[in-house]
């Protein structure tokens, strides 16, 4: 086979471009899926032509490391990996960075983009997932950050520097991961959640709590069964209201409050959507040529927005779109809260499962497992050092 010759766009360079569909496949969003979609389409077949389109600059990173580069001593350049040209060079693709696609026509097989149109073969929609909007009210709302990307933590570390206060809302992963790494970097952290313990929706309440002591230890606050209001600013900082009438102070507030897929451009296409974009286990969409992975995708069903879903997701899928139909098959795929203070394993049981939790609490963490009426392991929770136990529960899971 020979090698399809290499070209990217770098950043701001172009303007709009026509290309017709040829055997191409396009890739579109690059994060963690489609980047491991195209270099596990490159480990299979050097020649296909990729062309990769992102609204972003294309530059490799890992997401999961947002939350934790305080700890790890990491600045937001260094998380950065790869830039777009050399990702485009590696795994000879065309890279089309700082282009938003706007449309699809999946009957002409053609792509609307901000920069012009793009043709395509075959279509992976790798759109990742977005902040749910937090509503609220007040002349500090629109102060108020996210961080789902690479650029989002430029920004939200640039706030942080030199303050002190910060209120995040909502205690699920992404906001017991931040608070955490904020409380031992020395920052006053306030967390609101709705739920009555953090992660209420992975964790039984033992688990949860145990999580929340620990965070306590090293100085969270716990506002539980709060939702925030307004965010009102002050001459320094801001005041959350929330809704029990309380007040936080706080000089940066985090927004943490979950993702939801992006499904917009695939509904607007025709394309079937439910909680995320309906794929089967070949993760091809409801129309021909058109397939999703990562946060995105509604997998039979079922939405998965991490990082080991998507990998075993890419791995298909490149075998698929290079001649080998192989349908997602999951392995037990615990997932890792980074709460280096009181760490977190859960393998929430299959949607539908009929069973409960049996609870064990020991001095240095929380063994929960989920059984069904035959005392059937059906999924775990595990805190502290009981964490040491998911390799073993994943092999009788497997079982
Ligand atoms: C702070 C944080 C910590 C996390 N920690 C963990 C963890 O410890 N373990 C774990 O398993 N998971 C973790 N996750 C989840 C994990 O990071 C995600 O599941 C994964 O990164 C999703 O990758 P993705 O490629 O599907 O989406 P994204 O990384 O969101 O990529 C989406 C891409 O699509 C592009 N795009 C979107 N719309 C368009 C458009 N219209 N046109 C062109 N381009 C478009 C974007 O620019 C982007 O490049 C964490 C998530 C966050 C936010």
């Given at each position: ?205 033992e688990a949860?709590?145990r999580l929340?002591d620990s965070?306590?230890s ?119 809260v980074?709460t280096p203070v009181h760490p977190v394993a ?14 064990t609490c020991g001095e240095e963490g929380v063994c929960a ?12 929770a595990l805190t502290g050092a009981e964490t040491a136990q998911r ?9």
């Amino acid at each position: 086979m020979s090698a399809s010759p290499v070209s990217s766009v770098p950043a701001q360079e172009g303007g709009a471009h026509t290309t017709s569909p040829g055997g191409s496949i396009v890739i579109v969003g690059s994060g963690l899926a489609g980047y491991t979609l195209l270099k596990e389409i490159r480990k299979r077949d050097a020649a296909v032509p990729v062309t990769l389109v992102t609204a972003d600059d294309g530059t490799f990173y890992s997401k999961p490391n947002l939350s934790n580069a305080l700890a790890a001593g990491k600045a937001p350049a260094a998380l950065a990996g790869a830039a777009a040209e050399k990702m485009a060079a590696e795994q000879r693709a065309t890279l089309l960075t700082h282009t938003r696609v706007t449309g699809i026509d999946t009957a002409r097989q053609r792509l609307d983009t901000d920069r012009g149109e793009l043709g395509y073969a075959r279509l992976v929609l790798a759109l990742g997932a977005d902040p749910f909007p937090h509503g609220l009210d007040g002349d500090g709302a629109e102060a108020v950050l996210t961080v789902n990307d690479l650029a989002d933590y430029a920004v939200f570390r640039d706030a942080i520097a030199g303050k002190q206060r910060i209120a995040v809302l909502g205690g699920g992963l992404i906001g017991c991961e931040f608070a955490n790494d904020l409380a031992q970097a020395g920052y006053a952290v306030d967390v609101v959640h709705l739920g009555d313990w953090p992660l209420e929706r992975l964790l039984p309440a033992e688990a949860g709590q145990r999580l929340a002591d620990s965070l306590a230890s090293i100085g969270v606050r716990w506002h539980f069964g709060r939702t925030g209001r307004s965010v009102a600013r002050r001459a320094a900082g801001f005041d959350v209201a929330l809704d029990n009438g309380e007040t936080l102070a706080a000089d940066v507030v985090l927004s943490a409050i979950g993702l939801r897929p992006s499904t917009a451009l695939a509904a607007g296409a025709g394309i079937a959507t439910g909680r995320g974009i309906q794929v089967d286990s070949l993760l091809q969409a409801s129309v021909p040529h058109v397939y999703a992975l990562g946060d995105c995708a509604e997998v039979d069903g079922v939405n998965l927005p991490y990082v080991q879903p998507l990998m075993v997701q890419a791995r298909a899928l490149a075998a698929t779109l290079t001649g080998t139909p192989t349908r997602v098959v999951y392995p037990a795929m615990p997932v890792m809260v980074k709460t280096p203070v009181h760490p977190v394993a859960v393998l929430p049981p299959k949607p539908g499962s009929i069973g409960g939790w049996q609870v064990t609490c020991g001095e240095e963490g929380v063994c929960a497992l989920h059984v069904d009426a035959d005392g059937s392991l059906q999924g775990f929770a595990l805190t502290g050092a009981e964490t040491a136990q998911r390799t073993r529960l994943v092999g009788e899971l497997a079982a």
